[in-house]
């Protein structure tokens, strides 16, 4: 989904979200992550967005971009448990970044907090490009494993795209590792909320 549908959503005289700035001509031009470094990696985050109804967003940077998907009842490190992922728009690299409130009347007015953020890779490497090129193939044929090395999400967990129902409905499931367990990990608060809360 090419960022030219999140700058349509957004009103930029009135949200504190980031614009995205290599949009032109109502296409987005998409450049390929290249590492500047050996050690760079593919970050990845999850925010935590209190819009009319609570969802988390798992952005995850590839070719320039965050793909996003909105899960609604939040990730799990129970290898038993399906999320429903639902694919979302692309979001700007720098959005990973973002925390805030987005106005009423605005595109998915609340706020929105950093729940989780690190890097991730693909299974079999961890090596930037060869991970690009993973993920990028998986992403088209709707199956992605990946290594999430967050603060609160570690390990492997699998993007499975549904085969009849919308393109854009997706499951995240966490694989069964070390890092699996089965508390209900959704429910720890991002930091800063609770603080917000009083």
Do not use: C
Request: net charge negative; hydrophobic share 35%.
């Amino acid at each position: 989904m090419p960022l030219e549908d999140y700058q349509k959503k957004r009103n930029f005289d009135s949200t504190p979200e980031l614009k995205a700035e290599n949009v032109s001509n109502g296409e987005s031009s998409l450049v390929e992550a290249t590492p500047t470094k050996s050690k760079d990696m593919l970050k990845f985050v999850v925010q935590k967005h209190f819009a009319s109804r609570l969802h988390f967003d798992l952005r995850l940077e590839l070719d320039g971009v965050l793909k996003s998907w909105a899960v609604p009842k939040g990730p799990s490190v129970n290898p038993k448990d399906k999320k429903l992922a639902v694919m979302v728009e692309d979001h700007p690299f720098e959005y990973k970044d973002f925390e805030g409130t987005i106005p009423e009347g605005n595109y998915g007015a609340g706020k929105v907090y950093i729940w989780d953020y690190g890097t991730y890779h693909a299974l079999d490497t961890d090596d930037m490009q060869q991970s690009s090129w993973i993920l990028r193939e998986g992403l088209e044929k709707g199956y992605m494993t990946f290594i999430l090395n967050g603060e609160k999400l570690k390990g492997e967990f699998a993007l499975i795209r549904f085969k009849k129902a919308s393109p854009k409905d997706w499951l995240l499931i966490k694989k069964n590792d070390e890092f699996a367990a089965e508390i209900d990990i959704s429910a720890i608060e991002a930091p800063g909320e609770a603080a917000d809360q009083k």
